[in-house]
T-cell receptor, first 114, second 119 residues
Framework: RKEVEQDPGPFNVPEGATVAFNCTYSNSASQSFFWYRQDCRKEPKLLMSVYSSGNEDGRFTAQLNRASQYISLLIRDSKLSDSATYLCVVNTAYSGAGSYQLTFGKGTKLSVIP | GAGVSQSPSNKVTEKGKDVELRCDPISGHTALYWYRQSLGQGLEFLIYFQGNSAPDKSGLPSDRFSAERTGGSVSTLTIQRTQQEDSAVYLC?????????????????FGPGTRLTVL
């Protein structure tokens, strides 16, 4: 099982639609979770952190289910400017030596259509 | 203020040549990371620097890859005897403080990347 897995996409949705992205992670000891956004041929940028209680930032809602090792991102009222690749990111342990690093999923591409 | 900068933005080289990629992190950021992203793939961790500590080189794919960070600021990633499979976008990121550990929540700020093409 890959460390961080995401819906492969692409998601093509009309403006104003609600779209949800899912992500699963394999390391049950992971404690920190994030969604990054990457525009075409650009660098990734932090969209939002994901907290256990779930958190909302405007049209974006992130949720975490530790029991299922599952993270989600919901975008309401999609805008053309939301078109990008959304990367699920998990802080994971590696090398069995108490070291941690961010592990990035391959991303889900979203295209919002006029 | 200025973000993370990288140079060159594009590099085309012939197989077998050495290349150097440069990263200038955000001023005051003590942590610096190198990643690479192949076409259609996720980010692959390469190496991590934190202050004066020994770098974490666990992600370097082979001994042809090395990196330095001089004076705790600028970093250079060197790829010797480049191969076609080295073609990718090499991204540098920095963060403001020690960002390892299970509960780390420090944002990583990425540079625009260097697109390396090995012919």
């Amino acid at each position: 099982r890959k460390e961080v897995e995401q819906d492969p996409g692409p998601f093509n949705v009309p403006e104003g639609a609600t779209v949800a992205f899912n992500c699963t992670y394999s390391n049950s000891a992971s404690q920190s979770f994030f969604w990054y956004r990457q525009d075409c041929r650009k660098e990734p940028k932090l969209l939002m952190s994901v907290y256990s209680s779930g958190n909302e930032d405007g049209r974006f809602t992130a949720q975490l289910n530790r029991a299922s090792q599952y993270i989600s991102l919901l975008i309401r009222d999609s805008k053309l400017s939301d078109s990008a690749t959304y990367l699920c990111v998990v802080n994971t342990a590696y090398s069995g030596a108490g070291s941690y690093q961010l592990t990035f999923g391959k991303g889900t591409k979203l295209s919002v259509i006029p | 203020g200025a973000g993370v900068s990288q140079s060159p933005s594009n590099k085309v080289t012939e197989k077998g040549k050495d290349v150097e990629l440069r990263c200038d992190p955000i001023s005051g950021h003590t942590a610096l990371y190198w990643y690479r992203q192949s076409l259609g793939q996720g980010l692959e961790f390469l190496i991590y620097f934190q202050g004066n500590s020994a770098p974490d080189k666990s992600g370097l794919p082979s001994d042809r890859f090395s990196a330095e960070r001089t004076g705790g600021s600028v970093s250079t990633l060197t790829i010797q005897r480049t191969q076609q499979e080295d073609s990718a976008v090499y991204l540098c990121a920095s963060s403001s403080r020690f960002s390892r550990g299970p509960r780390s929540n420090n944002t990583q700020y990425f540079g625009p990347g260097t697109r390396l093409t090995v012919l």
